[in-house]
């Protein structure tokens, strides 16, 4: 199994940016997909999440700007970021809880997407 990002970049403040993530391999089934960023010298944080169902869930310093969505038919989530401020710059991954070849429903990362917003 492997999630592949992309869309990562350099923006100025207020502007925007889409992370896709697509999930190949072995996959019978996946729940939860979402996006976290990990800031220079801070912890890994949940940005969104969202269910296989389609609910969503955000961190409160991006409710209101950054959009989580999926592609069930294509293993794929995406993150629409706008209004993106310097405080945005991390390096993102994104996770899926998956059910694969092990029989049981594990988390995989990607290989994590570096956003830069400059003011």
């Known amino acids: 199994v492997q999630l592949q990002a992309s869309g990562g970049g350099l923006v100025q403040a207020g502007g925007s940016l889409r992370l896709s993530c697509a999930a190949s391999g072995s996959i019978f089934s996946i729940d939860a997909m979402g996006w976290y960023r990990q800031a220079p010298g801070k912890q890994r944080e949940l940005v969104a999440a969202i269910t296989s169902g389609g609910s969503t869930n955000y961190a409160d310093s991006v409710k209101g700007r950054f959009t989580i969505s999926r592609e069930n038919a294509k293993n794929t989530v995406h993150l629409q970021m706008n209004s993106l401020k310097p405080e945005d710059t991390a390096v993102y991954y994104c996770?899926?809880?998956?059910?694969?070849?092990?029989?049981?429903?594990?988390?995989?990362w990607g290989q994590g997407t570096q956003v830069t917003v400059s003011s």
């Open positions: 996770n899926a809880d998956l059910l694969g070849m092990s029989g049981s429903f594990l988390g995989y």
